[in-house]
């Protein structure tokens, strides 16, 4: 499986771009890189997957570099309710029996 | 659909007792997983499945049982209570093949005395 690591923490103002970037450097051919976020007392939630270039949804949007060994989910003009932990997994899609998650970015948005 | 279901909310032990988490879910997937996350730190995986009889174990399961008997039902089991197991504990499912999301329930906060 591979390993990923992402910052801690990150401290942002309402309305602002918030870029979150995970490192994967053993990424393998066949795996998908996906976000979760979890709000405090919930279970987490996905956010967004993609496998190379750029994926886009309602909520964020996920950039992938040409090597993809590393992604930066993009959450734009966050708000007060952005605050949460988003998390980084890495894993083949839809056979990754053992979905692994890491210790996430505990994102705060201040007002 | 009511999604992903755990009981009980809450729960509190002592120490060397035994009980069993619940958890189903009504979307027909086949995989399902339980993690345990404790105080200000990501989640583990216990155990988890790919289908009614067979069940694997994740990063941490000692101290835990797992059965699968049908598609919809994956009660965790501890078998002797630690303090060490006080934790939040999430049942989640998804369906094998292409997909890409794990649906998560509202977990349980178990407190072992």
């Known amino acids: 499986l591979a390993k990923t690591t992402q910052p801690i923490s990150m401290d942002s103002y309402e309305g602002q771009e918030v870029n979150i970037t995970c490192s994967h450097n053993?990424?393998?051919?066949?795996?998908?890189i996906t976000w979760y976020q979890q709000f405090p007392s919930q279970g987490p939630r996905f956010i967004i997957q993609?496998?190379?270039t750029k994926v886009t949804n309602e909520v964020a949007s996920l950039f992938i570099p040409a090597d993809r060994k590393s992604s930066t989910l993009s959450l734009p003009r966050v708000s007060l309710s952005d605050t949460a932990v988003y998390y980084c997994?890495?894993?083949?899609?839809?056979?990754?029996?053992?979905?692994?998650f890491g210790a996430g970015t505990r994102l705060f948005v201040k007002a | 659909n009511a999604g992903v279901t755990q009981t009980p909310k809450f729960q509190v032990l002592k120490t060397g007792q035994s009980m069993t988490l619940q958890c189903a879910q009504d979307?027909?997937?086949?995989?399902m997983s339980w993690y345990r996350q404790d105080p200000g730190m990501g989640l583990r995986l216990i155990h988890y499945?790919?289908?009614?009889?067979?069940?694997d174990q994740g990063e941490v399961p000692n101290g835990y049982n797992v059965s699968r008997s049908t598609t919809e039902d994956f009660p965790l089991r501890l078998l002797s209570a630690a303090p060490s197991q006080t934790s939040v504990y999430f049942c989640?499912?998804?369906?094998?093949?292409?997909?890409?999301?794990?649906?998560f329930g509202p977990g349980t906060r178990l407190t072992v005395t």
């Open positions: 989640a499912s998804r369906p094998t093949g292409a997909a890409a999301e794990q649906y």
């Open positions: 053993n990424i393998a051919t066949n795996d998908y």
């Open positions: 993609g496998y190379k």
């Open positions: 997994l890495v894993g083949a899609r839809g056979g990754g029996f053992k979905t692994i």
């Open positions: 979307m027909n997937h086949e995989y």
């Open positions: 499945s790919v289908g009614a009889g067979i069940t």
